[in-house]
């Protein structure tokens, strides 16, 4: 998939997430800030967006659940803690 439609697929995802706290949190951390990421790092987000439900996602963005290591080094860069 190309970077570009690498983005789109994103965008969209996080645009329509189904709860108004994930879509908020989402446009926050992902939407405002989109450009900051690289395309290995849109690759290790949509992987986590395949591999965890929204419920998931809110905890780990909210530090209410352990963010597995696999994926500290793109949820530092998503929470601006590089």
Known sequence: MSFKSL??????????????ETDILYKKYFIDDFNKFNEDDLIDIQKLFNNYSDNEMYDFLTKKRNIPYQYDKIFKKILNEN
Do not use: D, E, F, L
């Not at 789109?8 to 189904?18: A, E, L, P």
């Open 7 to 20: 983005k789109k697929v994103i965008k969209y995802r996080v645009s329509y997430s189904g709860t108004k």
